[in-house]
């Protein structure tokens, strides 16, 4: 299984980008699929989901509002526009995918830093 993250960057704040994940070697549709983040210094935190099953995406409350993630089940992709980016967003972002409790797979990580 491969997830490969693509899309990060430096942005200056209030800036969007746009993170893309493509998924290989699995089922992509049986999975739940979404982002993470890890800034220097802390946990790893979920930044937005999206379920095997119909039903809203999770997004986390520091970016409700400002991120949509959006998944195309035929091509395998997920991704993650994010408007309106501030400097505390700046993080390491993974893709992960996820079926139950035990199957658990991650991407390599993009870097987003938003600074001015």
């Known amino acids: 299984v491969q997830l490969q993250a693509s899309g990060g960057g430096l942005v200056q704040p209030g800036g969007s980008l746009r993170l893309s994940c493509a998924a290989s070697?699995?089922?992509?549709?049986?999975?739940?699929i979404g982002w993470f983040r890890q800034a220097p210094g802390k946990a790893r935190e979920p930044v937005s989901f999206?379920?095997?099953?119909?039903?809203?995406?999770y997004y986390a409350p520091a970016v409700k509002g400002r991120v949509t993630i959006s998944r195309d089940n035929a091509k395998g992709t997920v991704a993650l526009q994010m408007n309106g980016l501030k400097p505390e967003d700046t993080a390491v972002y993974y893709c992960n995918a996820k079926r139950g409790t035990i199957i658990d797979y991650w991407g390599q990580g993009t870097q987003v830093t938003v600074s001015s």
């Open positions: 999206s379920r095997t099953s119909d039903g809203a995406p």
């Open positions: 070697g699995l089922t992509f549709e049986n999975y739940g």
